[in-house]
C-alpha cells in the first residue's frame, strides 16, 4: 500500500497541474471565412448575372459541415443585416426568389475550401427600384472525430439596382431623441430614419446641430458617410454624441440626415431644456509614472484626481485616465446602484508597491441616485480578473462634494450608492499586496509550477 506520504506528493502535482492549466488561454478557431462576402451590381430586366463566393477553412480549424442559403434580406435597427426565412420574407423589394445555388450542403476538413456559384435571373416584368437577398452561409460542428468546433455565419448581401427610370430616393425621419442629461455623461442624441424611397442608400449623413437663444451655433456633432446600406422600408438608428459643456437654458437641436453627394433627405428639430448646468464628460488624459518621484494623475476639469506616492511603481509606467459611459459599466452587486460618475484607469495592469489615493468630485446625479444623502456614496472598482465590483471604504467631504479612499490596484471606476454607506468594509485592495506589477493570474500560475516543483522534488 502506498504511504501517506507518497499520497500527498501525487496529490500536490495533480493540485499544482490543475492550478497551472487553469492559468493558461486556450486557442479558438477561427472559423469559416468567405471570398466573395457581397454583390452589389445595376442589372436590367431579362438579365442573368452570376455571384461565386469562395468558402474555406483554416488548416487549425476543425472538420465542419457547411449549409448555404437564400434568404430574405432584413435590417436591423442598428443598421445591421438579418437574414430572414422565406416565411418572413414579405419585401415587394425581394430578390430572394431570382436566386438558385449550384451547392447548399457539403463538408469541408481542415485548409479545404469550396467554390459555390449563386445564379441570379431577373424576371423581365420587374418594375424599378432595388431588389435584395441575403445568402447565408453557416457551418455545423462534423460528426465525426470527437471535435465539436465553432459554429459560425455569414450574410452575404445580394443588392441589385435596376436600370433605367423609376428609381426614388427619398426618406423620412421619424424620431429625434434626446437621452438622459446626466453630469459628466455624453448626451446621446438618436435620429431615427426610414427609407421611403425604392432603392438602398450608401454612405448616408447624419448631422445634428444645436443652437441657443438668437439662432447662436453652440455645437455641430456628426455621423458618417455610414458604411452600412439602408434598405427601402426599413427603419435605422443614427446616433450621436454631444459633449458640450452647457449653462442652464432652453437650446434647439436639428437633426439631418443626407446622400453623400449632398442631396438632403430629411430633417427634424426638438428642443434640449438644461435645468442645472451639464458638465461635459473628462477628456483623456495620461502621465509617467517614475519609482522615485511621487505623483499626480487628475483630469482636465479636476473631477477626478489620483495621488501616487514615490516608490508606488517599481519601473517607469505610463498610466491613462479615460472617460466611459455608465452603460459601459458592468452591472451593480446586490444591495448597491450605480451612479454616474465614472471612467477608467489603464496601463496598471498589476499591483501599486504603496497605495495612491483617489479622489473623486460627485455630481448632483450621484446625488440623487443616493436620495439626496452623501453618506451612502462609496467608490467602487470593477476588478476585471475575479469579475466583481469592489465596494472601497471612503471618506466623504460634503462640502467640497468629493469622495475619497486608497487603493493598490486600478481599472473601472465608479461612484455607487451602498445601503452600507461611505463606512462599508471595503474588500481587500489587491492581492498579496505584493507591488510587482503583475497580474493576479501570473502569480497563480508560479504557484502551481512552485507546488508542482516541490511536489516532484519531494517524491524524488
Known amino acids: 500500500m502506498k504511504s501517506l506520504h507518497s499520497i500527498c506528493q501525487q496529490k500536490l502535482v495533480v493540485i499544482g497541474l490543475f492550478v497551472f492549466i487553469l492559468s493558461l488561454s486556450l486557442p479558438v478557431s477561427a472559423g469559416l471565412t468567405v471570398i466573395g462576402s457581397k454583390y452589389m451590381n445595376t442589372v436590367s430586366p431579362g438579365d442573368t448575372v452570376i455571384h461565386t463566393m469562395t468558402i474555406e477553412t483554416l488548416t487549425t480549424d476543425p472538420p465542419m459541415g457547411v449549409t448555404v442559403d437564400v434568404m430574405g434580406f ?3 435597427i442598428d443598421s445591421g443585416y438579418i437574414a ?3 416565411k418572413d420574407d414579405t419585401s415587394p423589394y425581394s430578390a430572394r426568389t431570382f436566386i438558385t445555388l449550384d451547392s447548399n450542403n457539403f463538408q469541408l476538413t481542415p485548409g479545404d475550401k469550396k467554390v459555390v456559384t449563386a445564379t441570379i435571373t431577373v424576371p423581365k416584368n420587374i418594375g424599378s427600384g432595388g431588389r435584395y437577398a441575403i445568402i447565408y452561409v453557416s457551418s455545423s460542428p462534423f460528426a465525426s472525430g470527437g471535435s465539436t468546433g465553432f459554429v459560425t455565419a455569414y450574410n452575404v448581401p445580394i443588392m441589385l439596382t435596376l436600370a433605367g427610370p ?3 430616393q427619398t426618406g423620412s425621419i421619424t424620431d429625434l431623441n434626446i437621452g438622459a442629461i446626466d453630469p459628466g455623461q455624453p448626451i446621446l442624441i438618436t435620429t431615427t430614419f426610414k427609407n421611403t424611397g425604392n432603392v438602398h442608400y450608401y454612405n448616408t449623413l447624419n448631422e445634428v446641430r444645436v443652437t441657443g437663444s438668437g439662432g447662436k451655433e453652440i455645437a455641430v456633432v456628426s455621423k458618417g458617410p455610414i458604411p452600412v446600406a439602408v434598405i427601402p422600408s426599413y427603419t435605422v438608428n443614427y446616433k450621436v454624441i454631444l459633449e458640450k459643456a452647457l449653462p442652464p437654458g432652453t437650446y434647439t437641436v436639428a437633426s439631418k440626415v443626407s446622400l ?5 433627405l430629411d430633417t427634424k428639430t426638438t428642443s434640449l431644456e438644461i435645468k442645472s448646468s451639464y458638465v461635459a464628460p473628462s477628456q483623456e488624459v495620461d502621465i509617467t ?3 522615485n518621484k511621487p505623483s499626480i494623475l487628475s483630469s482636465s476639469d479636476g473631477r477626478f484626481t489620483i495621488n501616487f506616492p514615490a516608490g508606488a511603481v517599481l519601473s517607469n509606467v505610463n498610466v ?8 459601459q459599466l458592468p452591472a451593480a452587486p446586490e444591495s448597491a446602484k450605480l451612479g454616474s460618475t465614472c471612467f477608467q484607469v489603464d496601463g496598471l495592469s498589476g499591483l501599486l508597491s504603496k497605495e495612491a489615493k483617489v479622489q473623486v468630485k460627485y455630481s448632483s446625479a450621484d446625488l440623487d441616485a443616493a436620495g439626496g444623502d452623501a453618506s451612502k456614496l462609496v467608490l467602487s472598482r470593477y476588478d476585471e480578473s475575479d469579475g466583481k465590483w469592489t465596494l472601497l471604504k471612503t471618506d ?3 462640502g467640497a462634494m468629493i469622495l475619497s479612499t486608497t487603493t493598490n490596484r486600478f481599472s473601472i471606476w465608479t461612484v455607487m450608492v451602498s445601503s452600507g454607506g461611505s463606512a462599508v468594509s471595503g474588500q481587500s485592495n489587491g492581492f498579496l499586496g505584493l507591488g510587482l506589477g503583475v497580474e493576479p493570474v501570473v502569480i497563480i500560475g508560479a504557484l502551481g509550477l512552485f507546488v508542482i516543483a516541490v511536489g516532484i522534488r519531494r517524491k524524488n
Open 396 to 398: 466623504v467631504d460634503k
Open 260 to 264: 453623400q453627394d449632398g442631396t438632403i
Open 166 to 168: 423609376g428609381v426614388t
Open 84 to 86: 430572414l426565412d422565406p
Open 74 to 76: 432584413g435590417q436591423a
Open 320 to 327: 491613462a485616465l479615460k472617460p466611459i459611459t455608465k452603460d
Open 289 to 291: 509614472l517614475t519609482p
